[in-house]
């Protein structure tokens, strides 16, 4: 195995991945050179910036600059002792519609160039492609990878399976089933640059996750052409392990400047929103006035600094199992992200199969954009199917959440408990079940109230009206799935707004079950003394 995953949250991991040039840790940004046409010199991107690797054009290579990388040796002819990856040029078939070489001759100089990680050359589906386009992309595509474990000379070098398929998601599926037993070391999503350049990060979630359900998920995998800070936490987040970026460079050339929540235009800024070591020493009025090469470069600079700011912020995310927190910060930024996150519903037990159990800090609820967290979901799936009430209970008190928690521990419950132990008998105490219902986790039986994250959080109160309608339905469930003969419901009408009460009384009646409600907002003797009374009665 050349991948050993350390730290996991939500599909993201930070792994360390083994090449013959050394270990590198994931997530990974490759930034592009091309040597050509290259602002940062690759000994700099290391030594100065921090970059473990960087990914080249073995086409590009192989076309202008012919036998010299293989006599010198790749790593010596760019001029970079880190980790090398080479794309096969199949971003060049996109573009240009074909290239001047074949698949046979690819594998071969890759391999004598002697680069780290090689990738077939595939043929990539594309955006606007039409099923039957498509359809043909996969299959030649699949073709070249079968014929590479047939050609290839050495096992030193890591080899990339690329998957395709574009938008037609049953063929990326297929793609990457079939891609998945090839014994490759990584994996790559194909086609998804004119996707992100088209802020159709709805359609990059599907394609990245349909893939992503159907490769092993032990190899890493890596998004071609994700080259904006400000969209790395969501590629992180779904499963993606490396990607690489040309776009530090290309933006530099038109003057653009990156930020974690987006792109600004030179002159545009009075202010560099950033403190790097290129930032702090200039103004953007400074910058303007440099000649074009100075300028080009300086921007170059500060997006690298960006880049690599970003995915250091991610893996502190991860390590501290806050990738969500991060994740709902960056969509923010922009409403086309933001719809991507809210695609995440669709596969929320995909996330939650792989996402931690426990972390080592509570979590954060803002809003109803939340509710498809692995920590939310894997509870209401383990409730509904995994646990039963304490034998012979017969009433049910519904509570509601408290700023102490665990709930146990606050005044509100801890003055019932002591009434109903004043009043009643241990055999009368055995049929009453205390639950409370909260945001965002719904019923929380008072078993389970210390049990990870159902005490370990923070929520926003008053929640939003979509948490307040997902609470309501999650205590109308549990009522229909027990056996209870009476339910109790405490309501607090300033946080609820009566909702939960309606959809409890409802799913009562529709049960046969006997309700009795109380407002905890009424005078507490007063409302202690009928609670007693009503408790009494059943």
Known sequence: ?????????????????????????????????????????????????????????????????KDEPAEKGLHDF??????????????QILVYGDVETTSQEIVAYQEQISTDIATILDWPTGWKATRKYAEQTVEETLKRARELFKIKTRNDILWVGPVQGGRHLDLVARSASEMGDLPFHIHALGSPTEVMKNYR?????????????????????????????????????????????AAYAIYAKENRYMTEAGTARLEELEYFPCVCPKCSKKTPKDVAEMPPRERHVFLAEHNLYACL???KRIKQAIKEGR??????????????????LKKLKKYEELIEKHS???????IFFFSHVGLSRPEIVRHRVRLSERFMPPEGAEILILMPQTRTKPFHRSELYKKLAKALRGVFREEKMKKIHVCFYEAPFGVVPIELDEVYPLSQHETTLPTDVETVEYVAVQVANYIYRRTYKTVVFLNEFEVWDG????ACRKACIEKGVAFKSFDISEDWPMLLTNFLKEVEKL
């Open 1 to 65: 195995m050349c991948f050993e995953v350390k730290e996991r949250d939500l599909l993201a991991r930070i792994g360390k991945l083994r090449t013959k040039s050394g270990v590198v840790e994931t997530p990974l940004l490759f930034p592009v050179v091309n040597p050509t046409l290259q602002p940062v010199h690759p000994k700099r991107i290391r030594e100065e910036f921090g970059f473990e690797a960087i990914i080249t054009n073995a086409y590009i290579l192989k076309k202008r600059f």
């Open 78 to 91: 760019l001029d970079f002792d880190g980790v090398v990856m080479t794309d096969s040029g199949a971003y």
């Open 201 to 245: 990060f709805d359609v990059l979630v599907d394609m990245i996750l349909t893939a992503k359900a159907n490769l092993p998920i032990e190899r890493p995998l890596h998004l071609f052409g994700a080259g904006h800070p400000f969209m790395f936490a969501l590629a992180v987040a779904l499963g993606c392990d490396l990607f690489d970026s």
């Open 309 to 311: 700011s970003e995915i």
């Open 323 to 340: 990738l969500w927190e991060h994740l709902e910060l960056r969509v923010h930024g922009h409403p086309a992200l933001l719809q991507a």
């Open 356 to 362: 931690p159990t426990v972390k080592p800090r509570g």
């Open 499 to 502: 909702k939960v009460l309606e």
